[in-house]
């Protein structure tokens, strides 16, 4: 599976319904033995909860500048449990039923209890662009 953004993301976005700027934006380390991506899914709920890996983080200093979303790199302290191959972004929406998919981003960690930092890429695409 590559990256990929949620088709109902897109929706909401162009429907006006999710402001990354201003909106609670998370993201959570997946371990793919126990989530496989669906362009399907469309809230949290469609996540295992067993897929989930730490403690949710919130991203901060967020920019959607040229179409391109980033924001600060991201802290998982003291992480524990299965090898992670994923990276979910949602936002935070009350409730795992009201909290919609934003992204789906490959990469590798295992977890040993000590930090993981997610760099998001330097590049020119950052976490996505549209």
């Given at each position: 599976?590559?990256?990929?953004?949620?088709?109902?993301?897109?929706?909401?976005?162009?429907?006006?319904?999710?402001?990354?700027?201003?909106?609670?934006?998370?993201?959570?380390?997946?371990?793919?033995?126990?989530?496989?991506?669906?362009?399907?899914?469309?809230?949290?709920?469609?996540?295992?909860?067993?897929?989930?890996?730490?403690?949710?983080?919130t991203?901060?200093?967020?920019?959607?500048?040229?179409?391109v979303?980033?924001?600060?790199?991201?802290?998982?302290?003291?992480?524990?449990?299965?090898?992670?191959?994923?990276?979910?972004?949602?936002?935070?929406?009350?409730?795992?039923?009201?909290?919609?998919?934003?992204?789906?981003?490959?990469?590798?960690?295992?977890?040993?209890?000590?930090?993981?930092?997610?760099?998001?890429?330097?590049?020119?695409?950052?976490?996505?662009?549209?």
């Amino acid at each position: 599976m590559a990256s990929a953004v949620y088709p109902s993301f897109k929706k909401l976005l162009l429907d006006g319904d999710i402001d990354l700027l201003v909106d609670t934006i998370k993201c959570v380390l997946i371990d793919t033995a126990d989530y496989t991506y669906s362009a399907a899914h469309d809230n949290l709920d469609d996540v295992a909860a067993g897929a989930r890996v730490g403690t949710a983080q919130t991203l901060a200093n967020k920019t959607t500048t040229g179409g391109v979303f980033d924001a600060d790199d991201v802290v998982f302290t003291s992480v524990t449990g299965d090898p992670t191959e994923a990276v979910l972004i949602y936002k935070e929406g009350g409730t795992e039923g009201t909290s919609p998919l934003i992204a789906y981003i490959e990469g590798s960690v295992t977890p040993n209890g000590g930090n993981i930092t997610v760099q998001w890429d330097g590049g020119a695409n950052k976490i996505f662009a549209l």
